[in-house]
């Protein structure tokens, strides 16, 4: 059976994407799947694998609004911080919720921010289910290799078991 004819061009009013439409596409595809590798990364537990998705010296911001935040430097910190915080796991599920995207960010055609609302998805050893919701804000950079996190800020929204324990709102950056 033949395949029916591709009608995109019937539609005279529908401009062809320009250049710079395309570059943006593909330039969102690649920063969306930046956040999917992330999510892969944190639910396989393979922190020698953050390496790939940052840069070495990015700066990150773990706000669990609790205390004073944590910062610390690069993937390995980072990784070191994440293991330890989920190690009473048996069951941990990272879930990206809700990603926005605003490329060149700061003007930079080499930068974006990122704004990822995520939750946790986690059961202990002893079987009590918790969850945990929070904010991911980043700043990425084009480099040789693809988008990497160039900076990161976390802060938390709510975390509790069925009920939440909600917190006050986040701080939204302004990436411009």
């Known amino acids: 059976m033949a395949r029916p004819p591709i009608a995109a061009a019937a539609d005279a009013s529908v401009a062809a994407p320009t ?17 999917a590798n992330y999510a892969d990364v944190v ?28 910062a610390v430097e690069g993937p390995t910190a980072l990784g070191e911080f994440i293991g330890g915080a989920i190690e009473r796991f048996a069951f941990f599920e990272f879930v ?23 939750c946790e998805l986690r059961q202990d050893y002893d079987g009590a289910f918790s969850r945990a919701f929070g904010i991911y804000q980043d700043e990425v950079t084009r480099t040789s ?16 078991d069925m009920t939440l324990d909600i917190l006050p709102p986040p701080v939204i950056q302004d990436p411009a």
């Open 19 to 35: 250049e710079a439409e395309l570059r943006d596409a593909v330039d969102e595809v690649a920063l969306r799947a930046l956040i």
């Open 43 to 70: 639910n396989r537990r393979e922190w020698s694998e953050l390496d790939s998705l940052f840069v070495a010296d990015a700066p990150i911001t773990i706000d669990l609004r609790g205390g004073a935040p944590l």
């Open 96 to 118: 990206a919720l809700n990603v926005r995207v605003q490329l060149r960010a700061r003007g930079a055609v080499d930068r974006a921010h990122l704004r990822t609302y995520m």
């Open 145 to 160: 290799s693809g988008w990497r996190f160039a900076s990161r800020s976390y802060q938390s929204i709510a975390r509790g």
